[in-house]
């Protein structure tokens, strides 16, 4: 049942890391709370997560539109493929009547 009230989730596909280094940010040094030595792919989102975040979002908004946001510019680490995988998985889940949004 999806929720009466509209809602809104920023996404981060690849946790700690980011390609921008903006002095405001409120996430700047978080890959330090991470092992050291860890390859940019070990912070991605696994698959399951993913289908899964995208499936529920999708059910659980109540009115037509249903607007994903990938946070700041770490997504695009993550390639074109990563978001055509994204745009797949949201064309599977989507019901008839309801638009999806993306943005950066």
């Not at 991470?34 to 109540?62: C, G, V, W």
């Not at 249903?66 to 797949?88: A, K, M, N, S, Y």
Request: charged share 25%.
């Amino acid at each position: 049942m999806a929720s009466k009230t509209p809602f809104h989730i920023i996404a981060k596909p690849i946790g700690a890391i980011c390609n921008l280094d903006c002095h405001y940010c409120f996430y700047l040094n978080r890959d330090a709370l991470f092992p050291r030595h860890r390859k940019a792919s070990d912070f991605r989102m696994n698959e399951e997560t993913l289908e899964k975040y995208i499936q529920q979002y999708i059910q659980f908004q109540p009115g037509q539109e249903v607007p994903f946001t990938w946070q700041g510019g770490e997504p695009t680490l993550l390639g074109l493929d990563c978001f055509r995988r994204i745009v797949e998985l949201q064309k599977r889940y989507v019901v008839p009547g309801k638009r999806i949004y993306n943005a950066l």
